[in-house]
């Protein structure tokens, strides 16, 4: 059965850190572009960072350089979302998702997506 799985989410104070985890199963990550994105509260879902299939170019939503760092570590079928620095604008429940042979991320055009984690950022 093909599932992605985040874990990592919680409750931080502004500026402190969290690293997501999100965790493939049913099928290898080598071949696959992960992209993470966050949906707010009466928002829209969307993107936050993308890790290409082919040759790990990564992507980052404007409000988020500088403070997230996406990774992936194909032995362990696994890509991770470092947050640092984290704002209450943050807050937003964070999926991953994959599409095949990506070199970028579409929201519209992923292939497999998890449930979710929720990041609460409040003081």
């Known amino acids: 059965q093909v599932q992605l799985v985040e874990s990592g989410g919680g409750l931080v104070q502004p500026g402190e850190s969290l690293r997501l985890t999100c965790a493939a199963s049913?099928?290898?990550?080598?071949?696959?572009?992960i992209g993470w994105f966050r949906q707010a509260p009466g928002k829209e879902r969307e993107g936050v960072s993308c890790?290409?299939?082919?040759?790990?170019?990564?992507y980052y939503a404007d409000s988020v350089k500088g403070r997230f760092t996406i990774s992936r570590d194909n032995a362990k079928n696994t890509v991770y979302l470092q947050m640092n620095s984290l704002k209450p604008e943050d807050t937003a429940v964070y999926s991953c998702?994959?599409?095949?042979?990506?070199?970028?991320?579409?929201?519209?055009?992923?292939?497999?997506w998890g449930k979710g984690t929720l990041v609460t950022v409040s003081s």
């Open positions: 998702a994959a599409v095949l042979f990506g070199a970028s991320c579409p929201r519209n055009g992923m292939d497999y």
């Open positions: 049913g099928f290898t990550l080598d071949y696959y572009a």
């Open positions: 890790i290409s299939s082919e040759d790990g170019t990564t």
